[in-house]
């Protein structure tokens, strides 16, 4: 017995000192070397640029619909005149409509060029909500230290920034020595999955073009300020990797009659127990991927016990997977998410319905697929007479972008030298983004852009008072103005305009 216990303590000891070896082996990222390249930003005249694009009513609908089509040709007149070196200097060609893609030639055609994205397109203002916004959702207003509107946070920010860095540049006289591109799609908020005749088509013709880019940016990460508990540090969330998405239809036909003579299940009740079987058996959570990298990423900054915590997932994993299964927010970067957001069937009270029908929306983990989740709802509802049926704009998850490429340390870098307490982090981005689109054949796709996010501004996206702070804006700039500096390698005498560039 006391040679087992004395085994027992000498392996707790052992263990203990290899929990305490690889907790002590973590240390913070060094403070940046070098400070953010010098831009000059006017941040109260770049607000007002932003004010300006927030006033054009560029809705896109959850079927793709834009029904003020005029406002993005509108808007599209607004940026020229409001950029005017930008649009003298690059190509610009109008795509699928509404869609907006720049050229900016580098001198060195054997550099690989870099992509940079946003999207000109809003989601609707609810109806029956526009009285409860401090400022009219469309109005543009700069007031209390913030642009305020539709669009300030989601995403015109990024294309007023980009343009707004790119027009600072030429004004110093930088031309570039890689080719850049800036892509603003038109349809990114279609209900049906995003950019389908936007993002997916600058991104075809750019394959179609050769162009191999050394770097793609899109929205999709966020800095989260007091949102981590144990950090009290800014958190830059770099997304490396997007879920895939898809909708299922799941039906029931049933023969109908009156309610006074009913079966002893309805098609409603037989729909209604595979929701809830399909509810009570959700796909397998797993903590892998981008959302291991990320604990992994913020371990060195967090407090002793989570730090030992996260600095052993080999052994704490499943207590960590179980603790992130209890919040939502944290559940959906482990598992492919189940919801059921639709169900319709019958038409009066006294009428058996001969048809119900209901839609579950999945978001496909990495490492998931559309055929495995498929598969998986035929059997968690385990009745035959429920017909499964994939609705229109399903796709895969992304491929997972490398953290240790050029690329990514030089976001990662850009992060620290605007905000040099940031702790930078990989993560998996929950929702969708156009980049996805450039996911499948480039190596290098990102989606960071530097808005500062609290808790209480979480319900501003797509939301009520979307806005954004004027010297947050001006930092959105002067990070895109930096990641240019990449590619603006050189300063050279500007160019003489050509005579066409449309």
């Known amino acids: 017995m006391k040679r087992v216990l004395l085994g027992c303590l000498t392996t707790l000891v052992a263990l203990t000192g290899v929990l305490l070896v690889r907790t002590a082996a973590l240390e913070p990222a060094a403070a940046p070397s070098q400070a953010l390249p010098a831009l000059a930003v006017d941040p109260e005249k770049a607000a007002q640029h932003l004010a300006g694009a927030l006033r054009f009513e560029t809705v896109t609908t959850q079927d793709g619909a834009t029904p003020h089509a005029e406002a993005f040709l509108a808007l599209h007149q607004y940026l020229k005149a409001t950029f005017p070196r930008a649009h003298q200097a690059l190509i610009r060609e109008v795509v699928g409509g509404g869609s907006l893609l720049y050229t900016w030639r580098g001198r060195d055609p054997t550099l690989r060029p870099m992509v940079l994205m946003s999207h000109l397109d809003v989601v609707p203002v609810e109806a029956g909500t526009e009285n409860q916004w401090t400022h009219p959702p469309f109005a543009g207003v700069i007031a209390d230290g913030f642009v305020w509107g539709r669009g300030a946070m989601d995403d015109k920010v990024g294309v007023v920034a980009i343009l707004e860095a790119v027009e600072a540049l030429l004004g110093e006289g930088l031309q570039p020595q890689r080719t850049v591109y800036l892509a603003f799609g038109h349809d990114e908020e279609a209900g049906t999955g995003p950019g389908p005749s936007g993002a997916a088509r600058m991104s075809s013709l750019l394959k179609e073009r050769g162009v191999d880019p050394e770097l793609v940016l899109d929205e999709g990460g966020a800095l989260l300020r007091g949102m981590v508990p ?273």
């Open 230 to 502: 144990g950090l009290d540090r800014p958190l830059a969330m770099v997304g490396i990797a997007e879920k895939g998405y898809l909708s299922l239809e799941l039906s029931v036909q049933a023969t109908g009659g009156h309610s006074s003579m009913p079966p002893s299940q309805t098609a409603i009740g037989i729909l209604s127990r595979a929701l809830s079987r399909l509810e009570d058996h959700p796909m397998p959570a797993r903590l892998e991927g981008a959302t291991r990298q990320m604990l992994q990423a913020l371990a060195p900054e967090m407090p002793f016990g989570q730090r030992l915590v996260l600095a052993n997932l080999w052994l704490f994993g499943p207590l960590v997977k179980r603790m992130m299964l209890e919040d939502p927010a944290a559940a959906a970067t482990v598992r492919t998410t189940t919801a059921a957001t639709v169900i319709r069937g019958g038409d009066k009270e006294n009428v058996l319905p001969q048809r119900a029908q209901a839609v579950v929306n999945f978001r496909i983990l990495p490492g998931d697929s559309i055929a495995g989740v498929t598969e998986h709802v035929r059997r968690a509802a385990a009745d035959s007479r429920v017909e499964v049926r994939a609705l229109d704009g399903a796709h895969e998850p992304s491929a997972v972008s490398a953290t240790d490429s050029p690329a990514y340390r030089l976001v990662e870098r850009t992060i620290r030298q605007l905000q040099p307490r940031a702790v930078v982090a990989p993560n998996l981005v929950v929702g969708a983004t156009d980049a996805r689109f450039y996911a499948a054949w480039s190596r290098n796709v990102y989606r960071f852009v530097p808005l500062q996010i609290r808790a209480e501004d979480l319900k501003r996206v797509h939301g009520t008072d979307e806005r954004v702070d004027v010297a947050n804006h001006a930092d959105i700039v002067r990070f895109y103005g930096a990641v240019l500096s990449w590619g603006v390698l050189a300063s050279h005498p500007p160019d003489p305009p050509a005579a066409a560039r449309e």
